[in-house]
């Protein structure tokens, strides 16, 4: 489990890079030759969005919270980031601050998002 969250932490704190063209790369922009139309194809991956930032799914469960100010129910939503929220990290929306427990990283970019993220309630302020 520390391994795990060094590896998010150091995957984390890389800044993004553009892809690496080659021809094996489904996320490297694709150059086109003299035969075809002549345009390019440059479409971003659905996981990364076109302002730079990495889209990632969070979740907080309602029952593993004992504060009484924490909301009261289950939230998911998606949010894009500059960075992957790592663990020990805050995330803010609609008026309450979710600290980050835990980050599933996905390789496969096709699930339209970077990483779940698991969140709890944030008390202190």
Known sequence: MIFLAVLVDYWCSLSPKPP?????????????TAKSTGKTSDSPPSAISTGGGFKVQVFYMAARSNNPNAPLKDALWFATYPIVPRTGDCVFRDGVYYLVERVFL????????????????????
């Open 20 to 32: 690496v063209p080659y021809p094996d790369n489904p996320v490297a922009p694709r150059k086109t």
């Open 106 to 125: 996905y390789e496969n970019l096709a699930a339209g998002w970077c990483a779940d993220v698991e969140v709890s309630y944030y008390s202190r302020r």
